[in-house]
């Protein structure tokens, strides 16, 4: 251990009898085992930290910075305070810096919500204010079954994003069932990010480079075999996308694109 090393290193200070090493420098025998107790616990660090599921984030020096998981002071074991819900419940990560968070956080919560039946957690919608963002955070990341993680060009800028993907990556090395779900949108790769992360994302062709096309061809089919839901009518999920491309799109006519998903989603509606 490295007491132990430090305790031995202090019984044989005394001794500086030099003797000829493989550089053919002379060094003393305390020189020589602090020079190797360093090497020793330089190696383990890095080993340790290369076994971690971490992605770095990135400052705007374009150097990287680790920042580990979310935590909270005094708390050691926040699985044992929170545990994993037992029904589906989604927490969807991701950053508004870049308009992902209109453009397809707020779209697939109210899908998940209102077409899956699966609950979500949006920090958009589901913080209070005022209160502590760390500790409004934490309880739905370790609550989830699932972990939406819109990986966007800004994402991995940001220091909150950057801890909460590093949590959901750790849960998945520790619990089989939790289920990470990196999905790409306006980027095509995931450069930086730690190498698992780039064998769970999803990664859409440029074919579906507009909001509305990504979420009916892409992200929505796939959550839909995710849950294994099942399927609405045609006029029941129209009435539900309807009201919702006339509350939050401010539109009354529908889109070609939501048209198609119709489509392709009701070949074999009940």
């Known amino acids: 251990s490295k007491r132990m090393s430090e305790s031995f290193s202090a ?42 599921p971490y992605t770095d984030l990135l400052l705007e020096s374009g ?112 619990e089989p069932n939790f289920r990470v779900i990196p999905v790409l949108w306006r980027i095509d790769n995931v450069d930086g990010y730690h190498r698992e992360v780039d064998e769970l994302a999803w990664i859409a062709d440029g074919r579906h480079n507009t909001p509305e096309s990504f979420l009916l061809n892409v992200l929505w089919p796939k959550l839909l075999h995710v849950f294994d839901r099942p399927r609405l009518s045609y006029m029941q999920l129209k009435q539900e996308l309807v009201h919702y491309i006339k509350e939050y799109l401010g539109v009354d006519d529908m889109p070609f694109c939501f048209q198609r998903f119709f489509h392709d989603y009701m070949q074999n509606a009940p």
């Not at 044989?12 to 616990?41: G, Y």
């Not at 909270?72 to 419940?89: D, H, I, R």
């Not at 994402?155 to 909150?160: A, E, L, P, Q, W």
């Open 63 to 174: 150097k990287s910075k680790h920042v580990g998981e979310l935590g909270q002071a005094g708390l050691e074991e926040p699985q044992a305070k929170w545990p994993v819900k037992s029904n589906y419940f989604v927490f969807i990560s991701q950053t508004g810096r870049d308009g992902s968070k209109e453009e397809i956080a707020r779209p697939t919560s109210w899908f998940l919500n209102s077409i899956c039946d699966v609950k979500t957690f949006l920090d958009a919608t589901d913080i209070n204010p005022g209160h502590d963002k760390t500790s409004e955070v934490m309880q739905p990341a370790y609550q989830c079954t699932h972990a939406l993680v819109i990986i966007s060009p800004k994402y991995r800028t940001r220091k909150f994003c950057v801890q909460e993907l590093n949590t959901f990556m750790k849960r998945r090395q520790r």
């Open 11 to 52: 019984k044989i200070a005394p001794c500086q009898d030099s003797f000829l090493c493989h550089t053919k420098v002379r060094h003393s025998l305390l020189d020589a085992v602090q020079d190797a107790t360093a090497e020793f616990w330089k190696a383990q660090a890095h080993s340790s930290k290369s076994n971690e």
